[in-house]
């Protein structure tokens, strides 16, 4: 560490300049001769799309990628990184979407990690690393234990660890890569308090985002970025409306358009469902709702709050499971998920690439995964190649799957179409039942729309409708009812055009103020909004 | 982490399909054993073949080394180098003359009959390889490692051997009856395994080295104990012959060892071919093999999977056993008859990249060194160890994909794992076609 930065240090100024950063993948070019400059202490915010390049960018930044043409420099001098050991020794920090910490280790152990202090022979120096720990944690207020393990943290929580561990290392540059994607809306709030915080301490900040709210809410200058290019800058005061355009170049509608529900009788019924995981956690906890006919039903919920083994449990891939699910009243309860799956329910799993595809097989292949058994797709045992091509030449020209052919392997489709070919599938059987979990997950908005219009679309047919999601804006958007879900427990089932305050704070376990409940409706005996 | 590795490692979760926040979106840090398989099973041609090559420079190497005209030559290398340099190269393509002497064609036969001899031998070794292959190739696709041939070719080979001498039968059918004693013997042995890895979570790979212990010391208290296995009349453990009617006739009459059982072969790797490619089972093998959340998720009941999977391989790996039994040591079977074909084999299916076809010329091949090994310690005093060398080196560069690649300056490959285009370059086959029209036509879409 050279001495002009131990006093630039003190004073805690640093100017970052990417002049010209042109990245290329092959024939793809991430980053087209970007050029972005953060001033001292400021939050700027680097709005894109998945897709857009922004993570490439900060790779860059970071010395994890190098970049073919432009440079980094930081108070007007060059900078080479290497690899990101370099960028942290030049005062870089990054803070990941996914949290690079150990679980099993201490705060104090996972802030040290990397740059332990020993002591004679190799002792490592603890204390030193608590202290460091309390230092910057009673500077911001972060509350934090140096003594906690990670895996007892919050995700909230963790987050500030990753920011101590920056800190920690003299960072005077922040970049916080997609950091109220874990977050509840709660947290969230909490973070951009932090951020200004951090500010004020003289750090500069780079935001990445694709979250409108957030960007104006924080922000001090805006950049935006779409296909490798800045398309623009902008100022927080801009709207909503105005950033959108920006980010996808053309004006988008953020709601789907959709008419009144016209529910029918009461379709899907699930009465004190619990599920207990392989490790003997009560994950979902006496779960009891109802989807009629032509409704859909929205779960919202932060992560991991036991929304995936709700789903999971209705499809049958949860061996430890307790109360009644059942279908048309049919139970499905106990099903495999061959049987599930005959019953007529759709599933898009949350995962697209672990849990809904096989990324060596192609589209076609795809498309037969869950009916390679019988006819059409198959006859005495043997494979029905002629009628599998025509079938996916017909259903990707329905769901627009773009691609070099149904021979393509879809783990070379982008997220997007990946993703339709999911749908493609589920949508193609006589369907009883719909359950979409976090159906538009890191997918471009083109194809956003076109999801959702086609869970409306299935809606519309009649069909009851779950979608499972942790984004609020899609909860809303899509939703005729909300069953907010925390802690494995549904909070409370709420009418669709609940405000997001509410749903924010249920999300975070309140109760929903009085009258927002949806009593058990009067055509239904099912009991709704059951709190465990 | 500041090596130039790893851009390149870190490069493909953010090009194209989603970078911004995607990249986390994208994991495949499933389960590391899958990643693992696939890339065993995924590498491409080109890195089979040149994996034989650099093994062969390899052995070339050793040939070499070894060769005692080369070392002596080397002590006065200072005075006359050419010598070395002679030596070595008359070491070095003799073997290899040698080798191909004994194992394709023998140009110093005068009759054509006799020249042929040794390809036929080739493919006589090659036979139970590729039967083998196959089995471990098939179980390889579904996810599957079968180390457990040995075990699956002597309860093969006992119970092939076991009615091949203990009933009079007319011919085709007692020969029809032994071979499918045989496999179906193969097959439970290996069905034991699938069964108690779908039943109880147990990992194949331990089981199958624990079976082929026991079928080892069960087939050898069998061969030892009267009035089970052991030939009437002998106090060694060994079993009786089988009988004339129910062994393989030679294809080429008594002057050539290779028999029937090759067509068998060939009519197996017909089979696997179709069950593989074409039929609903193969399907869901390959689907539970390359991703075996999907395939649950998909309504296919993985853990049968499992259990076929293994009978099939294992009947497979029996039909080795059968045609070492039925064809090549008709005298009589003791229990080192499995000649480490069982674990060969697993060589095999690496080199055949676990496709039928593919396996069926790494047999051939592998018969090939087997068949030209001999001959090469006999003309020109090259330890056959060097064969066995060869094949171990093969099997190592093939599990070293980066190896062969910096060797040869090969491209890094792609699209090996879903979500992860290995290559930085392939983004470029699929953005031209996803991401300019996406702004284009979705915009017809919101009209």
Redesign the interface.
């Given at each position: 560490m050279s001495v002009e930065r131990c006093l630039k240090g003190w004073i805690g100024q640093m100017k970052l300049e990417l002049r010209g950063i042109t990245k290329r993948?092959?024939?793809?070019t991430?980053n087209d001769h970007i050029d972005l400059t953060v001033e001292p202490g400021e939050i700027h915010a680097l709005l894109?799309?998945?897709?857009?390049?922004?993570?490439?960018l900060m790779?860059v930044l970071y010395?994890?990628?190098?970049a073919e043409e432009g440079e980094i420099l930081l108070d007007d001098v060059a900078q080479h990184f290497?690899?990101?050991?370099?960028a942290m020794a030049a005062g870089i920090g990054m803070v990941?979407?996914?949290f690079m910490l150990i679980p099993v280790f201490t705060v104090a152990e996972n802030v040290m990690l990397g740059h332990e202090e020993t002591s004679f022979g190799g002792r490592l120096n603890l204390a030193a690393a608590r202290a460091k720990v309390a230092e910057i944690s009673a500077r911001f207020g972060f509350h934090i234990d140096p003594d906690a393990l990670i895996e007892d943290l919050p995700v909230g929580v963790q987050q500030r660890v990753e920011i101590i561990k920056a800190l920690s290392r003299d960072a005077e540059v922040l970049v916080f890569?997609?950091p109220t994607?874990v977050l509840t809306p709660q947290e969230t709030d909490e973070l951009m308090v932090i951020m200004r915080q951090l500010k004020e301490s003289g750090t500069s900040i780079v935001f990445?985002?694709?979250k409108l709210r957030e960007v104006r809410e924080v922000a001090d200058r805006i950049t935006v970025i779409r296909?490798g290019k800045v398309v623009g800058e902008a100022s927080p005061t801009a709207t909503n409306a105005e950033l959108a355009s920006l980010m996808?170049?053309?004006a988008v509608?953020l709601t789907v358009h959709k008419d009144e529900a016209s529910p029918g009788a009461d379709a899907f019924v699930v009465e004190g469902l619990s599920v207990i995981d392989p490790l003997g956690q009560l994950v979902v906890n006496n779960v009891s709702f109802t989807v009629r006919a032509g409704e859909i039903l929205a779960i919202a919920g932060v992560q991991g709050n036991g929304q995936t083994e709700l789903t999971e449990a209705i499809?049958g891939?949860q061996p430890q499971v307790r109360g009644e699910i059942s279908l048309d009243g049919r139970s499905l309860r106990g099903l495999?998920?061959?049987k599930?799956?005959?019953a007529g329910v759709g599933?898009v799993?949350e995962d697209r690439?672990?849990?809904?595809?096989?990324?060596?097989?192609t589209i076609a292949?795809n498309l037969?995964?869950?009916r390679?058994?019988g006819a059409p797709?198959?006859r005495v045992?043997?494979?029905q190649?002629s009628y599998l091509s025509s079938f996916a030449e017909q259903k990707s020209a329905e769901f627009?799957v773009?691609?070099?052919g149904i021979q393509?392997?879809?783990?070379?489709?982008?997220?997007?179409?990946?993703q339709k070919v999911v749908l493609a599938r589920e949508l193609s059987r006589d369907l009883r039942l719909f359950v979409a979990a976090q159906p538009t997950?890191?997918?471009?908005v083109?194809s956003i729309?076109?999801v959702h219009k086609r869970i409306v679309a299935t809606r519309d047919a009649g069909i009851p409708v779950i979608v499972v999601s942790t984004e609020l804006d899609e909860v809303t958007a899509l939703a005729d009812r909300i069953a907010v879900m925390y802690r494995g427990a549904i909070v409370g089932i709420v009418p669709g055009n609940t405000p997001r305050e509410v749903l924010g704070l249920m999300m975070a376990g309140e109760q929903p103020p009085a009258g927002t409940i949806i009593p058990p409706s009067a055509e239904s005996s099912h009991s709704e909004g059951v709190v465990a | 982490m500041s090596d130039t590795t790893t851009p390149v490692a870190a490069a493909p979760a953010t090009p194209p399909p989603a970078s911004g926040s995607a990249t986390g979106n994208e994991p495949d840090d499933g389960p590391r054993w899958h990643s693992v398989m696939r890339d065993i099973i995924g590498g491409s041609a080109m890195i089979s073949v040149l994996a034989v090559v650099l093994a062969l420079i390899a052995g070339a190497v050793l040939i070499a080394l070894t060769d005692e005209k080369v070392q002596a030559s080397a002590a006065y290398f200072a005075a006359r180098p050419g010598d070395l340099v002679a030596a070595v190269l008359s070491a070095i393509s003799g073997a290899y003359v040698a080798l191909f002497q004994g194992s394709v064609y023998d140009f110093r036969q005068s009759e054509f009959l006799a020249g042929i001899r040794p390809i036929t031998e080739t493919l006589t070794f090659a036979t139970p390889l590729i039967a083998a292959g196959l089995g471990v190739g098939l179980a390889f696709r579904v996810g599957l490692f079968n180390i457990g041939g040995r075990g699956q070719m002597l309860i093969a080979a006992a119970c092939a051997g076991w009615v091949g001498w203990s009933f009079q039968l007319p011919a085709p059918l007692h020969l029809v009856l032994a071979i499918l004693a045989g496999v179906v013997g193969g097959a439970v042995w290996g069905g034991i395994v699938g069964l108690l890895k779908a039943r109880t979570g147990a990992h194949e790979v331990i089981v199958t080295i624990m079976l082929n212990f026991v079928a080892l010391y069960l087939v050898m208290f069998l061969l030892r104990t009267p009035g089970l296995l052991q030939a009437p009349g002998t106090n060694n453990p060994i079993s009786p012959a089988v009988m004339p009617s129910a062994i393989l006739p030679k294809l080429f009459g008594p002057g050539f060892n290779l028999h029937w059982g090759f067509i068998v072969v060939i009519a197996a790797t017909v089979y696997v071919a179709y069950l593989l490619n074409r039929s609903s089972l193969g399907f869901k093998f390959r689907a539970v093999g390359a991703n075996p959340n999907a395939a649950r998720v998909a309504g296919i009941n993985v853990k049968s999977m499992y259990v076929y999977a293994m009978l099939i391989s294992g009947g497979l790996v029996g039909l080795a056993g059968v045609n070492q039994m039925l064809g090549t040591v008709t005298s009589g079977f003791s229990s080192g008859i499995d000649a480490g074909i069982g674990f060969d084999a697993i060589t095999v299916a690496l080199l055949g990249r676990s496709r039928p076809w593919g396996i069926f010329a790494a047999g051939i091949l592998f018969g090939a060194f087997k068949a030209g090994g001999f001959s090469m310690q006999a003309s020109q005093g090259v330890p056959i160890d060097i064969v066995v060398v060869v094949q171990a080196l093969i099997v190592l560069f093939i599990a070293a994909p980066p190896l062969i690649r910096a060797t040869f300056r090969l491209p890094t490959p792609g699209g090996l794992e879903p979500g992860k285009p290995a290559r930085p370059a392939k983004p470029a086959d699929t953005t031209p076609a996803t991401t300019p029209p996406a702004t284009t036509t979705t915009k017809e879409a919101v009209r």
């Open positions: 993948f092959g024939a793809l991430a894109g799309e998945n897709g857009a390049g922004k993570s490439t790779n010395g994890l990628y190098r290497a690899g990101p050991g370099d990941h979407q996914h890569d997609e994607a990445i985002t694709h296909l996808v170049g053309r509608e499809m891939l495999s998920v061959r599930v799956l005959d599933f799993p690439q672990e849990d809904g595809l096989v990324g060596d097989f292949e037969m995964l869950d390679s058994d797709f198959a045992g043997t494979l190649l627009d773009r691609s070099q393509t392997p879809v783990s070379r489709l982008s997220g997007g179409n990946q997950r890191g997918i471009d083109g729309e076109f | -």
